[in-house]
């Protein structure tokens, strides 16, 4: 077997310098990869933030392969800032597959269970009383595209630009200084700093990062989310309708396919999660998620995840409807809305199963093979 090179440029030890500690000092610089990740280690580095406003994550440690064609993207989905993930190997380590990872990619997966690789330029580790800590704050989330200012004022300087679906934390103000900035809300990112973003642009956070810590091999993901909430693992959808919709599945419904509308016009992006692209499958797992609700980020129904099949007709709006490699969800009234890679619209828009409609699509209704929705306790929600 050929030995494995530890080669690391300076500006890759750098990276994961500033991700492990916060800066590159000389003594961290002139470590050996091997010395970067046992200090990783000793930290107990098991946990990550994504520091960017779209961190990648690949399905293979590499980011690009070769295709029939010619070299495609490995890209599998994207992390949105702020958001969380279990760190399963540092960068340069070897994986549970044997796999030696470069000094600048770790392997990860997502606080909804989606593994994957990512370079670590695009995170922060994070030990877990810290992480713990953060998840404790109050959290809201960029409702569209936004910039967080130094200042409460247009005039201020930009410290950050997030897209829809990132993460901040918001700082509780005394009385007095909210009302002199009205409209606008004091925010603080992931490396500390405090910024302000305006009112209008933040939603609230309606699901949770806990599964982070309970996620294991072998363990579905729901059981690892219940674990941390206490609850049955067949509860955790009806837990959050009692929470943030009065229990109510219309309003539920609803509010699923609202979100899912506020991707209106964003362009396709294989693997993408983001206003500034995204996938079918990302599309339809963003929706549930802001509302509360975590499924399978693909485009394929799989066990430990809250779906199951229903009946085509008995489809509901909220449902997500499932073709062979592609998924829509249902808006009602015969129309889907979904994120559609064709050249024709190459984005999130809206068709119909009815052929009177003229936004009907027959090649997708020839190929479609399953409704599936979110359940609890075996019973359609």
């Not at 750098?14 to 200090?39: C, H, K, N, Y």
Request: charged share 25%.
């Amino acid at each position: 077997m050929k030995k494995k090179s530890w080669n690391c440029s300076r500006q890759a030890k750098q990276s994961l310098a500033d991700t492990v500690t916060g800066t590159a000092d000389g003594a961290i610089l002139s470590m050996r990869p091997d010395e970067l990740l046992q200090l990783l280690g000793e930290r107990n580095m098991k946990y990550a933030l994504f520091s960017v406003p779209v961190g990648t994550i690949y399905d293979l440690p590499q980011p690009i392969k070769e295709g029939e064609t010619g070299p495609v993207s490995t890209i599998g989905d994207e992390g949105l800032y702020g958001q969380a993930c279990q760190v399963c190997t540092a960068p340069g380590g070897v994986t549970a597959a044997g796999v030696h990872l470069a000094p600048d990619v770790a392997e990860v997966v997502s606080f909804y269970g989606y593994h994957g690789y990512v370079f670590t330029r695009e995170l922060q580790f994070i030990e877990e009383a810290p992480l713990r800590d953060y998840l404790a704050e109050p959290m809201v989330l960029a409702g569209r595209a936004t910039d967080v200012l130094n200042l409460p004022k247009v005039q201020g300087v930009r410290m950050m630009e997030l897209e829809r679906g990132g993460l901040l934390r918001r700082v509780a103000e005394a009385p007095e200084e909210a009302e002199a900035h009205k409209g606008w809300a004091k925010v603080r990112l992931v490396d500390g700093r405090v910024g302000y973003v305006r009112d209008v642009a933040l939603e609230p956070v309606r699901y949770e990062m806990s599964a982070v810590f309970s996620q294991e091999e072998g363990l579905p993901f729901d059981e690892a989310l219940a674990k941390q909430k206490g609850i049955p693992a067949a509860e955790l959808v009806q837990e959050a309708l009692n929470r943030w919709y009065g229990g109510s599945e219309e309003v539920f419904r609803a509010a699923v396919c609202e979100q899912a509308r506020k991707y209106m016009g964003t362009e396709y992006r294989w693997g993408g999660k983001s206003g500034r692209g995204i996938d079918c499958s990302g599309l339809v797992s963003s929706a549930y998620m802001q509302c509360g609700v975590l499924i399978y980020r693909d485009a394929s129904i799989v066990e430990g995840w809250p779906m199951h099949e229903v009946p085509f007709e008995e489809k509901k709006p909220g449902d997500a409807l499932f073709f062979p490699g592609h998924v829509a969800l249902y808006l009602g009234g015969g129309r889907y809305i979904h994120s559609t890679g064709a050249a024709v619209s190459g984005g999130v828009v809206l068709n119909s199963l009815d052929p009177a409609d003229p936004l009907y699509r027959e090649d997708l209704v020839k190929c479609l093979n399953a409704w599936e929705v979110s359940f609890e306790n075996g019973r359609r929600i």
